[in-house]
């Protein structure tokens, strides 16, 4: 596939992106660039909320992961659809009665300042270093497909990257996000689908004999009960997707303020079940694929790339199918990275805004909006500078540094809002973020040690579990008296 063609395939989709940014964002105002204007019917809300847990990682990553893991990340996203059942009927409602801008404000309300700051702290550097390392992972295949062969550097691929996607978020921030991301729903659902049909056509399968050959194939286990040193052990996976798309969902300002933009709880849960239920067959499609890129792989002989990540990207443009697979497979990478970069910008936005500078209590409706496009430059920067420091240090499987990362800094999140939510306890604000910084060194020090003191026992994605369960502990050792002798009593 030339690199003019990838070059005029991008541009076309950025026309079309631009001009829904545009419609949908005119006269947005500081509330609809944070919430919508809370207007946004739940439906929509729910398809696009397919698109928006579908990054670049999942797009290039997933399909590629079934050599070493089969199926069983579906474990994992069997947990992610309890975890949405648990925001839907716990957090949702929560949220709306507060009538929160950012979900973190919550955290001001039951502890204090400290706390406020450091749950908004926490979610920044965790949401800069996923988004960094999902849109990384783009860079790297854009740089191989386009930069690379008209010979440019990565750090204008970077630098192009961002200007894109600061551009189409700039106007009309989630009331943008909301119709951009179902855009990008649509191309992946269509990309992915039409991939698998001129894969299996290539293999002389029907739709019948494609899910039996699938099904026969090593590569579909899906549920792992034998070892529990393994890290697909089933238990390790579908409690760690509870916790996880609880924390990376239901406590990230940047999932959360689509579903705070519905007109009311009721319809924000709709929109939660619906999506987290649509999100599990999604992600079935792209092991499907996977194991039919492998099948083709070893039917045709091909040289497999020294990374799982590399595999889709390789047969989709390198003229083993029809220029339109190439290009379809162009269209869902760029819609799955884009989309989730924009929406993670906007998030960023809004949270320093709203919680860290505090500005919708200190400015006018016309001080904010001045601050938060200043912000909003920022971030773009930070996220760039940072994509560029990622690849100077990349080192493991792009997947599993977004768990591993999320495990490490959406843990003291989880842990916030669980002893907020399921305790009536009082803290000693000032001391809590202490107990944030500590939990996760405490976690790491553990895992690195793991194997000699636990008998050989390899902590995976439950890191997350463990970090909010030391710093619910810690909130405990800092509760004030006189809410233990109410206890007594």
């Known amino acids: 596939m030339s690199a003019t063609l990838i070059l005029i395939t991008i541009a076309s989709y950025f026309v079309i992106l631009f001009g829904i940014s545009y419609v949908s964002g005119r006269k947005t105002d500081n509330q609809g660039f944070?919430?919508?204007?809370?207007?946004?019917?739940?439906?929509?809300?729910?398809?696009?909320?397919?698109?928006?847990?579908?990054?670049?990682?999942?797009?290039?990553?997933?399909?590629?992961?079934?050599?070493?893991?089969g199926f069983s990340y579906l474990q994992m996203v069997l947990g992610f659809v309890v975890g949405q059942m648990i925001i839907a009927f716990v957090l949702i409602p929560l949220f709306y009665k507060m009538n929160l801008t950012s979900i973190y404000e919550y955290l001001e309300e039951r502890f204090g300042i400290s706390t406020y700051k450091t749950g908004a702290w926490f979610f920044f550097i965790s949401k800069m270093l996923g988004a960094a390392v999902r849109l990384f992972l783009v860079c790297i295949v854009m740089q191989l497909l386009?930069?690379?062969?008209?010979?440019?550097?990565?750090?204008?691929?970077?630098?192009?990257?961002?200007?894109?996607?600061?551009?189409?978020?700039?106007?009309?921030?989630?009331?943008?996000?909301?119709?951009?991301?179902s855009l990008k729903t649509v191309c992946l659902l269509v990309s992915v689908g039409l991939c698998i049909y001129f894969i299996a056509s290539d293999l002389n399968l029907n739709f019948t004999g494609m899910l039996s050959a699938i099904g026969n194939n090593d590569y579909s286990k899906t549920f792992f009960f034998d070892d529990i040193n393994d890290r697909r052990f089933f238990f390790k996976q579908f409690l760690a997707g509870i916790f996880t798309v609880i924390a990376t969902t239901g406590l990230d300002q940047d999932m959360m303020q689509k579903n705070l933009s519905c007109k009311n709880f009721k319809d924000s849960q709709k929109n939660m079940v619906t999506s987290g239920i649509s999100q599990f067959f999604v992600i079935f499609l792209f092991l499907m694929l996977g194991?039919?890129?492998?099948?083709?792989?070893?039917?045709?002989?091909?040289?497999?790339?020294?990374?799982?990540?590399?595999?889709?990207?390789?047969?989709?443009?390198?003229?083993?199918?029809?220029?339109?697979?190439?290009?379809?497979?162009?269209?869902?990478?760029?819609?799955?990275?884009?989309?989730?970069?924009?929406?993670?910008?906007?998030?960023?936005?809004?949270?320093?805004?709203?919680?860290?500078?505090?500005?919708?209590?200190?400015?006018?409706?016309?001080?904010?909006?001045?601050?938060r496009k200043k912000v909003h430059i920022g971030m773009a920067v930070v996220m760039g500078l940072v994509i560029i420091i990622i690849n100077a240090l990349n080192n493991t499987s792009v997947i599993d540094a977004v768990y591993i990362l999320a495990s490490?800094?959406?843990?003291?999140?989880?842990?916030?809002?669980?002893?907020?939510?399921?305790?009536?306890?009082?803290?000693?604000?000032?001391?809590?973020?202490?107990?944030?910084?500590?939990?996760?060194?405490?976690?790491?020090?553990?895992?690195?040690?793991?194997?000699?003191?636990f008998g050989g026992y390899k902590f995976s994605y439950e890191l997350l579990i463990m970090n909010a369960l030391f710093t619910f502990i810690g909130l405990l050792l800092f509760t004030k008296k006189k809410d233990i002798k109410k206890q007594t009593i």
């Not at 946004?40 to 079934?66: H, L, N």
């Open 291 to 371: 194991v039919l890129l492998y099948m083709f792989a070893s039917e045709h002989q091909i040289v497999l790339p020294s990374k799982s990540d590399e595999l889709f990207p390789m047969i989709a443009t390198q003229g083993y199918f029809p220029i339109i697979v190439g290009i379809l497979f162009i269209i869902g990478l760029i819609s799955a990275a884009y989309a989730a970069a924009g929406s993670a910008l906007t998030a960023l936005t809004t949270s320093f805004t709203v919680d860290i500078l505090q500005s919708t209590k200190k400015q006018s409706e016309d001080g904010v909006s001045r601050t």
């Open 146 to 181: 386009l930069f690379e062969p008209f010979h440019l550097p990565f750090t204008l691929n970077v630098s192009i990257t961002m200007i894109l996607v600061w551009l189409y978020t700039f106007r009309g921030g989630v009331k943008s996000l909301i119709w951009t991301d």
């Open 408 to 453: 490490y800094t959406y843990g003291p999140i989880l842990g916030l809002f669980a002893f907020g939510i399921f305790t009536k306890k009082s803290v000693y604000d000032k001391y809590i973020p202490l107990v944030a910084i500590a939990s996760p060194i405490l976690c790491f020090i553990i895992d690195k040690n793991s194997e000699a003191w």
């Open 34 to 69: 944070f919430v919508g204007n809370r207007k946004s019917p739940w439906y929509v809300v729910a398809f696009a909320m397919i698109g928006s847990a579908i990054s670049g990682v999942t797009f290039v990553s997933v399909p590629g992961m079934v050599a070493t893991g």
